[in-house]
């Protein structure tokens, strides 16, 4: 890695410095020696249908290694995991079912409220308009009641 260099000073005079240069010593290859193998395989020639004669070695099918047995898993252990994940994608689901019951409850306090109004407006209309079928009957009969009598009480 480099390392960084300091400041230079203007006002001196700035010294050249010895580098030393290190120049790697190129290593020799190492000699190839020809390998004969072991056994020389056998040639074998296969005759193809249309007529050509294909020519290769003949080679020995490897054998697969054994597979270890696995070591067996008791039940208890297969029902608790597979009861983990379960209980997991359940409580999404629970999650997702309270959600959806909160804003149902949500919605129905809104259509309550809403009835309670329009309802409440109806009343309120009703006894305070003036197209009524009981029209002005308190005031007539105070008004009888006052010319019948001259007089009205407090």
Known sequence: MNQPTPPRDPTTTH???AVEVHQPTPLAPA???PVQPDNVPAVASVVLPDGRVV???AIVPTQPEPVAPKPAVSRAAVNIALGGIGF???CGGLLLLTTFLAALAAL???LVVLAAVI???WVAVQVFSAGGRHQGTT???IRKAVIKR???HN
């Open 139 to 141: 005031t007539v009969h």
């Open 15 to 17: 010294q050249p410095t």
């Open 150 to 152: 001259n007089h009205f």
């Open 31 to 33: 000699p190839l020696a």
């Open 88 to 90: 997991a994608a359940v």
């Open 55 to 57: 020519t290769g070695y």
């Open 108 to 110: 129905i306090h809104q």
């Open 119 to 121: 309802f409440g407006g």
